[in-house]
Every structure is written in C-alpha cells, then in structure tokens.
C-alpha cells in the first residue's frame, strides 16, 4: 500500500471569527482568544502576536484558523488550534479568508482534496513539518501551498495588507 501523502489536505483549516481576544497574563508575547469557527463552543486559542497587534484590533477579524491540533497549554492557557498568519523578516499579518466566506466553512486547496487528518495524527505524523514549508504567499498576497490559492467562499485567502512572498 502506497504511503499516504501528506499535504495541505491533512489540515483543518477554517473560517473564523475572534469574539474575545485579551493579553495573557504571564506570557508577554501571547494573546488569548475566543474564536467562533461554526462549532458548538469557541475555541480558545492563544497567539504570540502581541508584537504586531492590540488586543482590541483582534476582535471582530476574520481570520483562518487549523482546527485539528491537540489542545495544549501555552504557558497554562489550553490553546486549541493556531490562527494561519504570513511573516516575513519585519512583520505578522493574519491570512485573511474571503468576505463572504461563511463562519465553519473548510478552506480548500484545488488539487488536494480529502479528509483531514486526526488531531492525534497531525502530531504524530509531524504533518505541520512537511506542509508549513510549502505555504506561502505570492507575489499578490494570497496565500498558497504549493503555488496553488486557498480558497473559501468566492475567493482567496490573502494576508492582510497583501504581504508578498512571505512564509
């Protein structure tokens, strides 16, 4: 039997939306956030962006976030899932999703359709080390894996402010 690929299609990614966001009390790079991406209960997020945004910015932001990550505490919040951002030597910007992308929606990738992988597999199979390499952004700001768009809704996703050929 053929090893299975592991791409982009491995991750969760979905469309959400931050409800809460507050600086986390002994982390001075973290952020803790409650986002809605269409599940019965926020989940609880922690960020280290506090060198690129305030707190009160982060509310409201629409914003794409992996979903099938194990919860695990950063420096004692239980952090459930990562918000996709893009960077580059001076800056972090989130990837934004489509505006009309709905809340929950799974962002795709043509090409690489399938389901995705168990949170116990994405840790196990160090997926995030084979796929993070070949998400990027192009020359427009849309962020891609393997050269190809992410896309939810109508569009693409793209990093705020268009950051250009960033990680």
Not at 32 to 60: F, N, T, V
Not at 90 to 109: H, L
Request: hydrophobic fraction near 40%; aromatic fraction near 6%; include cysteine.
């Amino acid at each position: 039997m053929a090893p299975v690929e592991m791409d982009v299609s491995k991750l969760d990614i979905r469309v959400g939306v931050i409800q809460e966001a507050w600086e986390h009390e002994e982390a001075d790079k973290l952020f803790c956030e409650k986002i809605d991406i269409g599940e019965e209960q926020p989940r609880e997020i922690a960020s280290g962006l506090r060198a690129y945004y305030k707190a009160e910015d982060l509310i409201g932001k629409r914003v794409c976030v992996l979903a099938n990550l194990k919860s695990r505490k950063l420096v004692g919040f239980p952090s459930h899932g990562m918000v996709l951002c893009a960077s580059n030597d001076d800056s972090v910007v989130f990837v934004n999703p489509p505006a009309d992308a709905a809340i929950g929606e799974r962002v795709a990738c043509a090409g690489f359709e399938g389901e995705p992988a168990t949170e116990n597999a994405v840790q196990k199979k160090k997926v995030l080390d084979k796929v993070f390499p070949d998400l990027k952004t192009d020359s427009n700001g849309v962020a891609s894996y393997k050269g190809i768009p992410l896309t939810a809704g109508s569009g693409s996703c793209v990093a705020e402010g268009g950051l250009a050929d960033a990680q």
